[in-house]
């Protein structure tokens, strides 16, 4: 690991000021950064440690709840108003990574996490894009069993790992952040980046800017988050979905949002996907239809095309089992 200066701030303000210094990163949980280190994918000259910062509060917000960017994960997946309102969110978090790292993992932390590579994260494989912008990309040729099969590029082929995204994506959270030119609010439709020609680049962040905190609207009740895997816990997912489903007292679906992981740069969405589901019942025909809406165009790999069907086949399930909840 390279040799680093170490800087606890004791407030946003002050560590805004700190990462104004060059090579500066900031550190929150640190099970991502850490272990990136370790590697020498990551070379920061200075950590910015923001433990201390007080942004660690869920309170209700304008209707829906505002989630601060230091709360742990596992703090966030057991508070009440996480699991009454927002179950997504809740089991999303639950089945991500183990106890130990969720206790220290936070939903700052989690929104950074780089993307999900073996060639990104081996130096020893010199073509990376993502570390050496213009090198190549090892995995258009390698072993590619868990990388993308929609919104890939030539450049880029890694996943994002992040199940707590993927939720927050059919939530629609807001990321609300403060640099040095102000304040913020991010959809988090906009927050990733797909690679095309700049994988090195996972999000829209500014790199002198601080996540703050997470909004979350209004919604009803029923959504479900279904993760397929290797194993049953500790695995990042092969294909994951968030589901949100609006029924009337009718039993019709007035709005839906889904959302993927594990198959794309970012959590993937396709709203025209979603549209098919509104004003019809919740059943299979109509979960088929948004399936194929959503995994059209998918381009899979050598050694992954296994993750079209298995994808259809998760959508279904994680609908059905939404439309059951009450």
């Known amino acids: 690991m390279r040799q680093f200066a170490y800087q606890r701030a004791a407030d946003a303000s002050d560590a805004l000021s700190a990462i104004a210094q060059p090579e500066s990163k900031f550190l929150g949980g640190g099970t991502n950064l850490v272990d990136l280190m370790k590697m020498g994918v990551e070379r920061p000259v200075r950590l910015i440690d923001i433990t201390r910062v007080p942004l660690s509060t869920i309170e209700e917000h304008g209707g829906g709840v505002r989630i601060g960017a230091m709360a742990r994960n596992s703090d966030v997946a057991a508070h009440p108003l996480i699991r009454q309102r927002y179950p997504v969110l809740s089991e999303a978090l639950l089945s991500g990574a183990s106890p130990q790292l969720r206790n220290m993992a ?3 932390g ?6 999900r590579c073996y060639y990104f994260y081996d130096p020893s494989f010199r073509e990376c894009n993502k570390r050496t912008p213009g090198s190549g990309c090892a995995a258009l040729h390698g072993f590619s069993r868990i990388h993308a099969i929609l919104g890939a590029s030539q450049h880029c082929i890694a996943t994002h790992p992040s199940d707590m995204c993927v939720a927050l994506a059919a939530l629609e959270a807001v990321i609300n952040v403060r640099g040095p030119r102000g304040e913020r609010a991010i959809p988090m439709a906009s927050f990733h980046r797909l690679p095309g020609t700049t994988p090195h680049l996972d999000t829209n962040l ?3 800017e601080l996540i703050t905190s997470i909004d979350l609207p209004s919604i009803a009740p029923r959504s479900h988050y279904l993760k397929i895997r290797d194993r049953n816990s500790y695995a990042f997912a092969l294909v994951s979905v968030a589901a949100v489903l609006d029924i009337d007292g009718s039993g019709v679906i007035r709005e839906a949002r889904l959302a993927l992981g594990g198959v794309s740069h970012k959590p993937w969405r396709v709203p025209e996907a979603e549209g ?3 004003g019809r019942k919740p059943e299979e025909a109509a979960y088929k239809a948004a399936a194929d809406a959503l995994l059209k165009g998918a381009r899979p790999q050598r050694y992954n095309g296994f993750k079209v069907e298995l994808a259809r086949r998760s959508i279904v399930r994680a609908l059905t089992t939404t439309a059951a909840t009450a």
């Open 106 to 108: 936070t939903m700052g």
């Open 276 to 278: 098919i589901l509104a």
């Open 110 to 115: 989690n929104l950074m996490q780089r993307t």
């Open 206 to 208: 500014q790199r002198d």
